[in-house]
């Protein structure tokens, strides 16, 4: 019996496939926040959330058609990344330099609309890897490609993104700890007349 | 190693742990290329980490928003014939009620189901509740009251396949009706749903309206179908549902999902185990289960569903 028949989730979408409601509510308990951060970092918080949503639609559809040999994670991811591809990119975000500096919020947008501009597959190679934590064979699964393609579309998303993050990895990573400022040493007193010089 | 090796290897999550890092360092000693591609990733890397912070709080409720307004129109349910079992006809109706999430609000009394497995997260009603969507500021009409106050609980006519699947781990014949041991509570005589208090049913009449059209007619006639059969019937289904419930939410869901697998074996197959596990029950209690763990059956299941049948076979009769 394959491992996954033991796996909760596996049990799980079995019962959806029964129309079980439950076992819906334990899949979304446990995956929902993960899913939402996949789609957050290429698209805005309502947007995200949407495809959240899309993608456990289309679980609930797809349960009938449940392998359970293949792997949960690799059920699910296969149709997150499917729903990252068809979802339309949003709007380029050009920042200027200084807003960037100022804004959190500024550099978030930027990293989004960066990572949404990658190509489709190197933009889910990178988010299976990064926020879904799958390891390379497993992307290749999700992606059904070799896992050498999967190495290049990282190499390729990570290279695109040095590019569109350029101004964004110029700035220092954090700001310098607050410290307060040394006062440098005091001079020696003027002479009373006012008229000597100052010699360190 | 080329640059392209290189970066294959910076790129990798598991590179950190597969060793051999020597040909990647002294590539970089003598590629500034790469490593200011190094440096570039690992803070690309920090990025795509921070995110953006915490999970919207409406997350749960538009995730459910949708999942309830993509529920497919169902067609509409088939009268079952009396004379044959229930499940039949009631099963596939019950899907299509099960699969709007509006059924989370409709949990309700059924009255062998007062210790059923876990509520709805409160958190998926509570907003659902309060969203400003004028649905409660019609009166409840007496209609209404009749309709949505006699329905049935959801979770378990949601649940009558799996209950119909767990046919061997009950003495009791469908055909015949059901028997029920000294370690079985025997159910109540239920014929109709216990009756709500106002507060509740203005709840439930809020939560059917929300339901899709034809999930509101599907529901209505699977509660009406289920009513038209034999008392007997009934009260086997329901004295199966007060059992599972009674496990406790986790192994209630492994017996939910017990009854399914049994359900989708092949026939000679399902005959198979179906007669092992009734052989089973003719042990002593004491001896039941270290067989059951003995049975390749068994060996498939995961460990809710399996710890869901011992208990159902320690219990009987």
């Known amino acids: 019996m394959p491992e996954s028949m033991h796996d909760a989730d596996s049990g799980d979408l079995l019962l959806v496939a029964a129309n079980d409601p439950l076992a819906l509510e334990r899949l979304l308990g446990r995956w929902r926040d993960l899913l939402y951060a996949f789609f957050e970092r290429a698209h805005e918080p309502s947007g995200a959330i949407d495809l959240t949503a899309e993608t456990f639609v289309r679980l609930r559809a797809s349960a009938g058609r449940f392998d359970p040999s293949v792997a949960f994670p690799v059920w699910l991811w296969r149709i997150a990344a499917q729903v990252l591809s068809e979802a339309p990119p949003p709007p380029v975000t050009s920042v200027p330099a200084a807003r960037l500096r100022e804004s959190a919020a500024a550099r978030t947008a930027l990293v989004r609309a960066s990572v949404a501009g990658l190509p489709p597959s190197a933009a889910a190679a990178l988010l299976l890897t990064r926020i879904a934590r799958l390891t390379v064979a497993e992307t290749a699964q999700v992606l059904d490609a070799p896992p050498s393609e999967v190495r290049r579309l990282l190499v390729d998303a990570m290279d695109r993104l040095a590019g569109a993050l350029e101004p964004l990895l110029e700035l220092p990573a954090s700001l310098p700890p607050v410290t307060p400022p040394v006062p440098p040493p005091l001079p020696p007193p003027l002479p009373a007349d006012g008229t000597g010089s100052r010699t360190s | ?317």
């Open chain 2, 1 to 317: 190693m080329t640059c392209a090796e290189t970066r294959t290897r910076l790129v990798d999550p598991e590179s950190a742990q597969q060793g051999g890092h020597a040909p990647v360092v002294t590539h970089l000693q003598e590629c500034a290329g790469c490593r200011e591609a190094a440096r570039a990733y690992a803070e690309i890397e920090r990025l795509l980490k921070a995110g953006s912070g915490d999970t919207p709080r409406d997350l749960d409720v538009r995730i459910h928003r949708r999942l309830i307004s993509a529920v497919e129109r169902p067609t509409a349910p088939r009268p079952p014939a009396p004379s044959r079992l229930p499940i039949v006809g009631l099963v596939a109706a019950g899907a299509a009620i099960a699969a709007g999430a509006g059924y989370l609000l409709l949990r309700g009394p059924a009255p062998s189901s007062r210790t059923a497995v876990a509520p709805a997260p409160a958190t998926v009603a509570a907003p659902l509740l309060s969203d400003g969507s004028g649905l409660l500021d019609s009166p409840v009409t007496e209609q209404e009251r009749a309709i949505v106050g006699g329905l049935r609980d959801v979770d378990f006519l949601g649940s009558l396949e799996a209950l119909a699947g767990l046919d061997p781990f009950f003495q009791a014949d469908l055909a015949s009706g059901p028997m029920y041991g000294p370690a079985l509570p025997t159910p109540l005589p239920l014929p109709s749903p216990t009756p709500l208090s106002p507060e509740a049913l203005a709840d439930k009449v809020l939560a059917f309206r929300r339901l899709p059209k034809a999930s509101q007619d599907r529901l209505v006639a699977l509660n009406r179908a289920f009513a038209a059969y034999p008392a007997d019937q009934q009260r086997t289904l329901e004295g199966r549902w007060s059992r599972v419930s009674a496990l406790g939410p986790e192994e209630a869901a492994g017996a939910r999902r017990l009854g399914v697998r049994l359900r989708s074996l092949e026939p000679d197959e399902r005959a198979r185990v179906t007669s092992e596990i009734r052989q089973l029950r003719t042990l002593p209690a004491e001896q039941r289960i270290a067989r059951w763990r003995s049975l390749p059956f068994s060996s498939r299941l995961t460990g809710q569903e399996r710890a869901a049948a011992e208990k159902l076979l320690a219990a009987a009769d």
